[in-house]
């Protein structure tokens, strides 16, 4: 049965605003009005980080390492992994090794920061952006959970110094 994108939904504007076309319901909505139409994911082209520089603190492992790992599969062409200790963990360095083997130019550096200097995280990001030629993003993913507590366990004393 064919309808056209008016009869759908007449009422709503668009919801998605695209380089790369329709998304969405928009893209549903058009398909179904014009059968001609062949739909094609498009929707992780808007989520790519290709050529992108960012800051990820809490970096060294983790949730943090996990999310900066995420950026490089994203196409980032560096993350930069702020974190307290001054050399990078093998866990980390495993993972700078696999990003070096993705194929995508992507790459991890590591830099030993205290989040809680916010004067020194600032010319860094500055030095970064000057070195790279930009900074399109940063994860706030510093944190200190200890292993020994449950996090749904945490007493509330202690997850404000998390």
Same mark, same amino acid.
């Given at each position: 049965m064919e309808h056209s994108i008016s009869t759908l939904r007449p009422q709503f504007p668009a919801q998605s605003a695209s380089l790369l076309g329709k998304l969405g319901i928009e893209a549903a909505l058009e398909a179904a009005a014009d059968p001609s139409i062949t739909p094609k994911p498009k929707i992780f082209d808007e989520f790519a980080l290709t050529d992108r520089v960012g800051i990820v603190s809490g970096a060294n492992r983790g949730l943090g390492l996990e999310m900066? $790992?995420? /950026? /490089? =599969?994203?196409g980032a062409r560096v993350v930069? /992994?702020?974190?307290? %200790?001054? *050399? %990078? !963990?093998? =866990?980390?360095v495993a993972c700078r090794d696999y990003v070096a083997k993705l194929g995508n130019n992507s790459? $991890?550096?590591?830099? !030993?920061? *205290?989040? *809680?200097?916010?004067e020194a995280l600032w010319k860094k990001a500055e030095e970064i952006g000057d070195k790279e030629g930009r900074m399109d993003f940063c994860v706030a993913a510093a944190g200190i959970l200890r292993s020994h507590i449950d996090c749904l366990e945490y007493p509330a004393k202690e997850f404000r110094d998390v």
């Open positions: 900066a $790992l995420a /950026c /490089c =599969e994203a930069y /992994c702020f974190d307290l %200790p001054e *050399t %990078p !963990s093998d =866990e980390w790459r $991890l550096e590591y830099f !030993s920061a *205290t989040v *809680t200097d916010q």
